[in-house]
């Protein structure tokens, strides 16, 4: 039975910083591909974040330069780091256990979520 439990959000002004932080358990963390998404009331889910088994990391171009995918497989949480945060970044931030995910190069370009692999998440708001 996989758990993944989100915390670190809460609100900035824009232009500040925070680290989300996703504690897994009840499996092998390192063998999945591990996610983050993001949902805001009226918007699509997008995808922010994806970090591979092999540890290759991928992020969304509305994203990119402002955060950074990180993980302590000895800890086996996976975390983002978001910088310069713009009120457009609000939502419910969502890790996910190896997700579906549609990535060219560098970039994530989409992402669905299994069916409970991913966590409550955490609500990240930008004034």
């Known amino acids: 039975h996989v758990q993944l439990v989100e915390s670190g959000g809460g609100s900035v002004q824009a232009g500040g910083s925070l680290k989300l932080s996703c504690k897994v358990s009840?499996?092998?963390?390192?063998?999945?591909?591990m996610a983050w998404f993001r949902q805001a009331p009226g918007k699509e889910r997008e995808g922010v974040a994806s970090?591979?088994?092999?540890?290759?990391?991928r992020y969304a171009d509305s994203m990119k330069g402002r955060i950074t995918l990180s993980q302590d497989n000895a800890k086996n949480t996976l975390y983002l780091q978001m910088n310069s945060l713009k009120p457009e970044d609000t939502g419910m931030y969502y890790c996910?256990?190896?997700?579906?995910?549609?990535?060219?190069?560098?970039?994530?370009?989409?992402?669905?979520?299994?069916?409970?692999?991913w966590g409550q998440g955490t609500q990240v708001t930008v004034s």
């Open positions: 996910a256990a190896n997700p579906d995910v549609v990535v060219a190069g560098t970039s994530l370009l989409g992402l669905t979520p299994r069916s409970g692999y």
């Open positions: 009840g499996t092998t963390y390192s063998s999945y591909c």
């Open positions: 970090i591979d088994s092999d540890g290759s990391t």
